[in-house]
């Protein structure tokens, strides 16, 4: 932020962001005007952005400028609207910062860097710190277990499953919105004919077998054992995960001969 323009005190004035939802160019944007549309200009909602037709009234976040203070970095913490854009919920248009004195006070405002400044260190940046993406065992809630005599597990038991975080193993879809395919892979026929595969991508890489007691005091003729069947995850791991479309192939033009075949049949037909 640079020294302030025509106000030689600093007025204390607080600075707020907010989702631009309104198409703009860069090299067009003005106060008044947003881009072009051949030779014509178009302008903002209303001059200086209106908070209905041009962004979003909803504030992001604030920066307070005290009185008297001079030239200096401010940071504002865009988290919320930068995951929108990165899950593709709401288009990147970009912020605003409005200062909250700017139409009671007139003539008094802020100056900041532009992209353009000759001071990299003063340009705008956009620092975005992710976390590493993962594929993950995360246990479920405990609960009993049975087996195929219907025996159930003296105790509840803690199962897990492979989760992907942060963004890791991501696809468009999941075999799951088509059915139960929810584990291995599995391919089907969609409605337009074409094959169509899908993995389970987060899964498991390693596991060891648990030790559950069973009862089975209420299954005549059955006695209580240890079931080591049940296998408890150590290790994920992420797959490709792919949508493969098997399209089927236009037919091969028809010879000569076929063309005269099918002409006669059809001439055979009509009488």
Known sequence: MGKPYNDPRQMERTLAAHKITKTWTEDVATNKYSSTYGSRNNQWGTEMMGDVSDYDAEVIATETIEE???????????????????NHTSTDNGIVIKDNLHESVPGYFLK??????????????????????SCEPEDMDPR??????????????TLNMCVAKNGGCEMDDRAENYGNYAYGVTALWDS?????????????????????????????????????????ITECACQECKTVSSTRKKRAAPSKTRLLLRSALKSMLRK
């Open 68 to 86: 008297g203070e001079g030239a200096h970095n401010f940071y504002l913490n865009l988290t919320s609207v930068f995951l929108e854009w990165k």
């Open 112 to 133: 900041f860097a532009s992209n353009e400044n000759t001071d990299p260190t003063k340009r705008p940046y956009l620092m975005v710190c992710q976390k590493q993406v």
């Open 144 to 157: 009993p277990i049975y087996d195929d005599n219907s025996c159930v597990s003296k105790a509840n038991v």
């Open 192 to 232: 337009h004919h074409e094959l169509v595969s899908f993995c389970k991508c987060c899964v498991e890489k390693e596991t060891e077998a648990m030790v559950i007691p069973m009862d089975c005091s209420q299954i005549e003729g059955a006695e209580d054992y240890d079931n080591i069947s049940v296998q408890y």
